[in-house]
């Protein structure tokens, strides 16, 4: 079976933490979990650092200082109506996959955040995998209904793969 997350680590601090690994099973929870095939779907996963995401969060989104997880749906999925639940991607086959879109990750903000909040870092990037995700699928937080709803999703999935809710 081919994995469902293609991994390019950049920033080789990420290797000690497994994050190929990681990203697989959160992946495979999140899509589980919302009742999505698994293996008809395929998601890119860029590993770096604070200096590479800000560089990539300038030029997609106008801000050039770091951010833990950026995302780049392939497709736009989002409700139209607040809480709304998004439109459900086609899944692909397991030999030609539909791809969900990409998502980066960095590794200084994100021992930062875990440190601060006083988690285990393991924990902290298996959720921003976790939300990272949740987007390319179409979930948001902008709108009040709409955050509400993601990050319920999050405690849930987060709670099956054992870590604890992040927002208490």
């Known amino acids: 079976m081919a994995p469902l997350v293609d991994t390019l680590i950049e920033e080789p601090r990420w290797q000690g933490l ?3 690994t990681l990203a697989e099973c959160a992946a495979r929870a999140t ?10 779907f395929a998601i890119s996963l860029l590993g770096c650092s604070d200096a590479r995401i800000a560089v990539l969060n300038a030029d997609f989104r106008g801000k050039p200082q770091p951010t833990n997880v950026l995302s780049w749906p392939s497709e736009e999925r989002g ?17 030609d996959p539909a791809e969900l879109g990409d998502i980066a990750i960095a590794w200084e903000t994100c021992g930062q955040e875990a440190r ?6 393991r924990d902290h990037v ?3 995998l976790v939300h990272g995700l949740l987007h390319l699928l179409g979930y948001d937080h902008i709108r009040d ?10 405690v849930e999935i987060l ?9 208490r």
């Open 18 to 20: 497994d994050l190929e």
């Open 31 to 40: 899509l589980t979990h919302l009742g999505l095939p698994v293996d008809g």
């Open 79 to 95: 409700a139209s109506v607040d809480g709304g639940t998004p439109a459900r991607p086609r899944p692909g086959s397991a030999d």
């Open 116 to 121: 601060a909040a006083n988690r285990p870092i």
């Open 126 to 128: 298996c959720h921003l």
């Open 145 to 154: 209904k709409d955050a509400a709803l993601m990050e319920g999703l999050e």
């Open 159 to 167: 709670a099956s793969l054992g870590v604890a809710d992040p927002y």
